[in-house]
T-cell receptor, first 115, second 115 residues
Framework: DVKVTQSSRYLVKRTGEKVFLECVQD?????MFWYRQDPGLGLRLIYFSYDVKMKEKGDIPEGYSVSREKKERFSLILESASTNQTSMYLCASSYLTGGDPYEQYFGPGTRLTVT | AQKITQTQPGMFVQEKEAVTLDCTYDTSDQSYGLFWYKQPSSGEMIFLIYQGSYDEQNATEGRYSLNFQKARKSANLVISASQLGDSAMYFC????????????FGSGTRLLVRP
């Protein structure tokens, strides 16, 4: 069974803090993704990575950065958290080769509140 | 630009009845894929069904079927014999067939199954 884990289910941070959200997958997937989910907007792609140290901006990268030093781990960083970054954050992974590339496996999500 | 539209923010269905969740999409690509994901209250995204743009048959997975009408650019999800456990958010998504396989999501439909 593919497993995607996220470091926290719930997180409360103060405005201006640096926030790290961690995601780990155990299926040797090349692709990893960070999404943000807001009511009425669905999921929106923040950043994705198709290889170690490789990253590309998604649709809403402003205010975020990412890090992928190891294949299994993809971190989302909020350099200076703001209240408009209060949201549910979902990590996902998928194959690029060697499997069905279109099926993304999701983690349980991190509900971040910035006060 | 590619876009997914789900016009039903919320729906009710009686247990054991069938229900159709609407999804329309917009793309200029000839080759693309369409998905449905289920998100229970626990938050994880569960892959339900996939339809490729060149697939001649409508996709089916158990009680789920995808009513794919290419000319109308619609990919409606049909759930037969609804169960209480089907109560969840449902997201329609489209894959971009480039090297990253990024997904574009609709805003979601919340389905509530009544006993």
């Amino acid at each position: 069974d593919v497993k995607v884990t996220q470091s926290s289910r719930y997180l409360v941070k103060r405005t201006g803090e640096k926030v790290f959200l961690e995601c780990v997958q155990d299926m040797d997937h090349e692709n990893m993704f960070w999404y943000r989910q807001d009511p009425g907007l669905g999921l929106r792609l923040i950043y994705f990575s198709y290889d170690v140290k490789m990253k590309e901006k998604g649709d809403i990268p402003e205010g975020y950065s990412v890090s992928r030093e190891k294949k299994e781990r993809f971190s989302l960083i909020l350099e200076s958290a703001s209240t408009n970054q209060t949201s549910m954050y979902l990590c996902a992974s998928s194959y690029l080769t060697g499997g069905d590339p279109y099926e993304q496996y999701f983690g349980p999500g991190t509900r971040l509140t910035v006060t | 630009a590619q876009k997914i539209t789900q016009t039903q923010p919320g729906m009710f269905v009686q247990e054991k009845e069938a229900v159709t969740l609407d999804c329309t999409y917009d793309t200029s690509d000839q080759s693309y894929g369409l998905f449905w994901y289920k998100q229970p209250s626990s938050g994880e995204m569960i892959f339900l069904i996939y339809q490729g743009s060149y697939d001649e048959q409508n996709a089916t997975e158990g009680r789920y079927s995808l009513n794919f009408q290419k000319a109308r650019k619609s990919a409606n999800l049909v759930i037969s014999a609804s169960q209480l456990g089907d109560s969840a958010m449902y997201f329609c998504a489209m894959v971009r067939w480039d090297s990253s396989y990024k997904l574009i999501f609709g805003s979601g439909t919340r389905l509530l199954v009544r006993p």
